[in-house]
């Protein structure tokens, strides 16, 4: 079956420190995987997303960037992190067909501060 | 693109009574309307979805309806719990791929009060 991890759970970082969110996803090859920003617990702000190795879209010019190195691998990154940053971090696989369904990593809660 | 937009922001109901979550989108190519629920500090997970050949679905306690001519859809819980209180969010899709695979509502916290 196919499941998907995002580590850590929660980071506190310092502002102007840099940032790593490691997603993977396991039991499928090729996957589509996104990158949401959740505030305040509510809507799911779309960051990135990528449909293959090497290939990001952004969808909001920000402190952030992702990359792609291996297939099953989705990462978010920062140089340098801004109060702003600080929110509910979520990786998703969608499995694309008929019905497709998303599939999201458990989250991280960054703080910066 | 498509444009979901979602009602209410917020919705407290007690134990027992029924709770509504309506969406409307824009693009009439959209044929499917899947329903996410998120638990606090957790990712979203689907909870039950429709078809556009559909105009309802039940599974236990939730249904969904769906409006194809009025391109609204909606979310029934009823006999809500406390382990029903969590953020809601509908989505439409039809079929692409990229940025527009899913687009999301804003999302409805639902509080079941005991």
């Known amino acids: 079956s196919q499941t998907i991890h995002q580590w850590p759970a929660t980071l506190v970082q310092p502002v102007g420190s840099p940032l790593s969110l490691e997603c993977t996803v396991e039991g499928t090859s090729n996957p589509n995987l996104y990158w949401y920003r959740q505030a305040a617990g509510r809507g799911l702000q779309l960051l990135f997303y990528?449909?293959?190795?090497?290939?990001i879209s952004s969808e909001v010019p920000q402190n952030l960037s992702a990359s792609r190195p291996q297939d099953r691998q989705f990462i978010l990154s920062s140089k340098k992190l801004l109060l702003s940053d600080s929110g509910f971090y979520l990786c998703a696989w969608f499995k694309q067909g008929a019905r497709t369904e998303a599939f999201f990593g458990q989250g991280t809660r960054l703080t910066v501060v | 693109g498509e444009n979901v937009e979602q009602h209410p922001s917020t919705l407290s109901v007690q134990e027992g009574d029924s709770a509504v979550i309506k969406c409307t989108y824009s693009?009439?190519?959209?044929?499917?309307f899947p329903w996410y629920k998120q638990e606090l500090g957790k990712g979203p997970q689907l909870i039950i979805d429709?078809?556009?050949?559909?105009g309802e679905k039940k599974d236990q306690r939730i249904a969904v309806t769906l409006n194809k001519t009025a391109k609204h859809f909606s979310l029934h819980i009823t006999e809500t719990q406390p382990e029903d209180s969590a953020v809601y969010f509908c989505a439409a899709s039809k079929g692409d791929t990229g940025r527009r695979a899913l687009t999301f509502g804003s999302g409805t916290r639902l509080q079941v009060q005991p």
């Open positions: 693009d009439s190519a959209s044929n499917y």
């Open positions: 429709i078809r556009s050949n559909v």
């Open positions: 990528s449909v293959g190795i090497g290939q």
